[in-house]
């Protein structure tokens, strides 16, 4: 029998695999900036080397548009690295007129550490954190995107960010154990439980997902985009695999409708839908007869009877009372001497 952590460490090792030898390096040019080697020298892309929480290092690209309106937060898959994306980056950049930021996973491209699922998570923030000190992104100017397995970081984050502008899920996974097999339980050694944090989205979330998908079945996104508090207008492309949907024309059109879509939604409206979602719960109803017996009713889950003690009053100004009904006498401790029994 395989332990929890043996299945965990094993599933693992079937999500990540970063391209050996990597498609690119970091170092400096001569003006001391940083540069990475197999990637056009460009004034508007920054390579930054970011510290995370476990102690490792990650190199980013931070790509500027000078028309843009919103930054693009993107977590890749798990074959894949900044090398082979750069070029993608580049025209998501000028198609969407957008800011774009990716990253390298520890242990992928020029990142140091190994890759895992709290390292991902750890990135992740750590690029976050950069986004806001180094760049000035808010939360409110930021659109999360997650490829495959990068749907985990992307959710793992924007569970944790109440004022996010938008989500986009490509090619999501629910979790890393119903890639591999159908289960419908969740088990505590399965990785990127997907499925658990996107009912903690409370932004818009556009799905965007191949037909064909060989890798990741259909249904994963499709069950993310239903679990959804906000969703989008999915887009299920016919005939599309896991790595081929840049390349469908429909892909970058919907995703521009996305984009422009969430540029437009003000602040106003975002901080609105969020209170709805936050209104506290309606206080328990208490109903009281004029007869000697009351009802509390709380959520309408149970009641509790009881029956008002009678009695007559005291002679005496000021004091409660002294027999009751049933004509047994009781002293009270005001005006009798009595023990108030």
Request: net charge positive; glycine share 8%.
């Amino acid at each position: 029998m395989f332990s929890g952590c043996s299945v965990s460490s094993l599933a693992a090792r079937f999500a990540f695999f970063p391209p050996d030898p990597p498609t690119y390096s970091v170092n400096k040019d001569d003006g001391g900036r940083l540069a990475a080697s197999g990637i056009p020298r460009d004034h508007s892309t920054d390579v930054l080397v970011l510290d995370t929480k476990h102690g490792n290092k990650i190199v980013a690209f931070y790509l500027k548009n000078p028309c843009a309106r919103l930054t693009v937060l993107y977590s890749h898959g798990n074959a894949a690295d900044l090398g082979r994306l750069y070029d993608l980056f580049v025209q998501l950049k000028v198609n969407l007129r957008v800011n774009l930021m990716g990253y390298d996973y520890s242990g992928y491209g020029a990142s140091t550490g190994k890759p895992s699922e709290y390292n991902t998570y750890a990135d992740i923030e750590a690029v976050y954190q950069c986004l806001q000190t180094e760049y000035g992104v808010s939360q409110e100017d930021l659109i999360l995107y997650g490829q495959s397995v990068g749907s985990g970081p992307t959710l793992h984050l924007a569970a944790r960010l109440p004022r996010l502008r938008g989500v986009v899920l490509h090619s999501a996974i629910l979790s890393g154990l119903r890639v591999v097999c159908h289960v419908n339980f969740n088990f505590c050694f399965d990785i990127y439980k997907n499925i658990n944090k996107i009912k903690k989205v409370k932004c818009p979330v556009f799905a965007v997902h191949g037909t064909e998908d060989e890798v990741v079945n259909w249904l994963h996104g499709h069950g993310l985009w239903k679990l959804a508090k906000e969703p989008y207008e999915p887009l299920w492309i016919k005939g599309g695999g896991h790595c081929n949907l840049e390349l469908y024309p429909d892909y970058i059109c919907h995703l521009r409708k996305f984009i422009q879509e969430m540029e437009n939604i003000t602040t106003a409206t975002r901080l609105k839908k969020i209170r709805q979602t936050l209104k506290p719960p309606t206080k328990p109803a208490i109903t009281t007869s004029t007869a000697t017996t009351t009802t509390f009713t709380a959520n309408c889950c149970c009641r509790i009877r009881f029956r008002k003690p009678d009695f007559l009053s005291c002679s005496c100004r000021g004091c409660p009372t002294v027999r009751g009904s049933n004509g047994s006498a009781y002293l009270c401790n005001w005006c009798c001497g009595g023990d108030g029994h």
